[in-house]
């Protein structure tokens, strides 16, 4: 075992030599680069470069949206995630055959000894390491030059959200890897073949639906240096069926909505949210208004007679012509009773009143139903479609 080690150190010394010299494609039209002892072998490299093809897989350990509030959250438009980032590509530089091993694994410390793909995610708004109890990394080379880079990390992704259909929303929070530097010509990004995107076992979001997206994409950003790699691995969050029991006043209650703001959204626009919550108070209000109406309509015969009183009492004076007597209750005598009496108008108001509260009872209920259906077309099946279209 001893004979290995030494052995084993003494290759990859030989090939480290080599791969400290920076060799990468994008300095191959330097000059300087090539002198020395080591312009040779630099010469060789550039000879016989090609293509680097960089494969990926994502294993996702656990996935939330921070550790504060939800909605506080998603206000940020962002979301947290834990993964393993494994890479694989092909090194010819660092192929052996003196071993019977088809694989070695090598120190993490050595990772700056050899080339690396220059990633990074586009989309990435914070980003942290794993230490714990040693650094979460592996590196291992297997005969063919083949290299398995996989490291442990926590990002925090931006996840632009549209909540037009707020809570019955689906929302599609992307991870974008890109290549820093390198362009096409030197370095693609491509997708494993088989599972490149891996999801824990049970993992589940206690304030969304997390469902399966399996469309990679790849595109081309074209900036000043270049076109450069780069691949999407999209995630759908249908976050409009899961409500937490804090939530339920605010999306059931017009009352308790009024101490939820801190739940709503703070965009521009309006969210469908808004519209339900709009026409419930106006529901409500109205539900106050005709309360009102009908009892107002039923306490008119009391101010109706109260005026006749009023009038028979100006009538009544010495000054009047007609007397009191001849004005008797229920006449005609400037009340506008039209010569009903007493229990005749409180009749008349009273099955005024009942008609609009009958109406009422009718009207509101077939009203919100109607507003229902529309609403819940709308936004469950004509927005949800334009959604999936797009």
């Known amino acids: 075992k001893g004979q290995f080690s030494v052995h084993l150190s003494s290759m990859f010394l030989s090939c480290l030599d080599l791969l400290n010299t920076n060799t990468v494609i994008a300095i191959q039209n330097s000059p300087t680069f090539l002198e020395g002892s080591l312009a040779g072998p630099l010469q060789f490299l550039f000879k016989h470069q090609s293509l680097t093809k960089i494969f990926f897989l994502v294993f996702i350990q656990t996935m939330f949206f921070m550790q ?3 909605l506080m959250t998603l206000s940020l438009q962002d979301y947290r995630v834990n993964i393993f980032l494994r890479q694989q590509w092909n090194d010819p530089r660092l192929a052996y055959a003196e071993y019977p091993d088809d694989s070695l694994d090598l120190d993490p410390s050595m990772l700056d000894s050899i080339w690396k793909p220059d990633l990074f995610f586009a989309n990435e708004k914070g980003a ?10 592996l590196l291992r080379i297997f005969k063919n030059g083949n290299v398995l880079y996989s490291i442990r990390l926590t990002l925090t992704l931006s996840c632009p959200m549209d909540l037009k259909n707020f809570p019955m929303d689906v929302q599609t929070c992307i991870m974008q890897l890109e290549s820093f530097g390198y362009t096409m010509n030197d370095l693609i990004f491509e997708w494993q073949e088989n599972g490149p995107v891996q999801v824990a076992e049970g993992l589940t979001l ?4 997390l469902k399966d997206e399996s469309d990679l994409r790849y595109c081309t950003k074209h900036y000043n240096t270049g076109k450069h790699t ?5 995630g759908r969050l249908d976050i409009g069926n899961t409500l937490r029991a804090k939530q339920l006043p605010c999306f059931i209650s017009p009352v308790g909505a009024a101490g939820c703001e801190e739940e709503r959204r703070p965009v521009s626009y309006v969210k469908a949210i808004d519209i339900w919550m709009a026409v419930c108070l106006l529901f409500v209000f109205s539900a106050l208004l005709e309360y009102a109406a009908v009892n107002f309509v039923s306490r008119q015969h009391k101010e109706l007679l109260r005026f006749r009183r009023q009038n028979k009492t100006v009538l009544g004076t010495p000054k009047g012509a007609v007397s009191t007597s001849q004005n008797p209750p229920g006449g005609g005598g400037g009340g506008g009773g039209g010569g009903k009496s007493t229990e005749e108008m409180r009749k008349l108001f009273i099955d005024r009143a009942k008609k609009i509260d009958t109406v009422s009872r009718a009207g509101f209920p077939l009203a919100f139903l109607f507003f229902n259906i529309f609403y819940w077309v709308l936004y469950k099946i004509l927005r949800h479609e334009d959604f999936h279209r797009a």
Do not use: A, R
Not at 128 to 137: A, G
Not at 206 to 209: D, G, L, N, S, V
């Open 68 to 70: 504060i509030d939800l």
């Open 128 to 137: 942290h390491f794993h230490e714990v109890t040693t650094d979460n990394k």
């Open 206 to 209: 206690p304030q969304f639906i």
């Open 230 to 234: 780069q691949t999407h691995s999209p």
